[in-house]
């Protein structure tokens, strides 16, 4: 991967992570700024780490402006736009999810039998999705009853126009996470995670800007992993759970990257 030496490059179940490309580094970069606004020389620069050529990154920008992915302001300066908003909202309530006490009903998601379009099925995939609910089987999602709905009204609202909601006790719900969710595989990626969180954030601690690239990648990965996170009641879930203790570990380095990258970009 160009700007990332071969033995640097994190790794996900003993692969190394995917390279980004061109767009999915102005993406990222955007994804992970609050509010979402940055020059465009600022982003020109965070490609650089990838070595990535100045050319690649300015067209890859005017393409994600005329897909609608970014707008350009009045100030020459991009702004996440179209569903890239919708996609760091999510990001942002993967790395704090609203709970609420559980009090033992599952929601439960019945599709009708009707035919729909290839765009609805989309759009309820990706709002099953977002509501963090597992498919039983083709058709029939759940979870249990513990998220602030309230937070996704448009994702209900699209689940409600497709689909019978119905609430249900299971007679035993012991074995049902393990049937919908990989729960050991996301344990075992995400102590993968934490311990390579570990590794990097004592390199970002101590100024060595080398760290920037695989860093940038390791943010990434770990933001993608905890939306994946079902966020199941305590009750539900394996021992030794690892996603509260990713998220707070991911804060912390989050807060060491975002300053060491701030300084390397004042300093070009």
């Known amino acids: 991967m160009p700007g990332v030496a071969d033995n640097e490059i994190p790794t996900l179940g003993g692969r190394p992570l995917a390279p980004l490309t061109a767009r999915s580094v102005v993406a990222s970069v955007l ?15 965070s490609a650089t780490l990838f070595g990535l050529a100045e050319g690649a990154v300015r067209t890859a ?23 890239l908003v919708a996609r760091q909202a999510r990001q942002r309530a993967s790395r704090s999810p609203a709970v609420r006490q559980w009090s033992g009903n599952w929601d439960v998601w019945v599709v009708g039998p009707n035919a729909r379009p290839a765009s609805e099925r989309a759009d309820l995939r990706r709002a099953a999705g977002t509501l963090r609910l597992g498919e039983l089987r083709d058709g029939v999602w759940m979870r249990p009853d513990n998220l602030d709905r309230a937070r996704h009204r448009e994702d209900t609202a699209v689940l409600h126009s497709q689909a019978r909601h119905l609430v249900a006790q299971p007679d035993d719900d012991g ?6 969710w990989d729960l050991d595989g996301w344990n075992r990626s995400a102590l993968e995670l934490r311990r390579q969180v570990s590794r990097l954030h004592r390199r970002l601690d101590d100024d060595e800007t080398d760290a920037l690239a695989p860093g940038f990648l390791l943010a990434a990965a770990v933001l993608r992993h905890l939306n994946d996170d079902p966020v199941l009641p305590r009750e539900l879930l394996p021992r ?26 004042r300093s070009r």
């Open 61 to 83: 920008m005017s393409r994600m402006v005329a897909k609608g992915e970014l707008s350009r302001r009045s100030d020459g300066r991009y702004e996440l736009a179209g569903h």
């Open 240 to 265: 030794h759970w690892q996603g509260d203790r990713l998220r707070v570990d991911y804060e912390d380095y989050n807060a060491s990257y975002s300053a060491l990258l701030t300084r390397w970009l």
């Open 31 to 45: 994804l992970g700024t609050e509010p979402p606004v940055m020059s465009a020389g600022a982003l020109v620069q």
């Open 175 to 180: 074995d049902l996470p393990g049937e919908l």
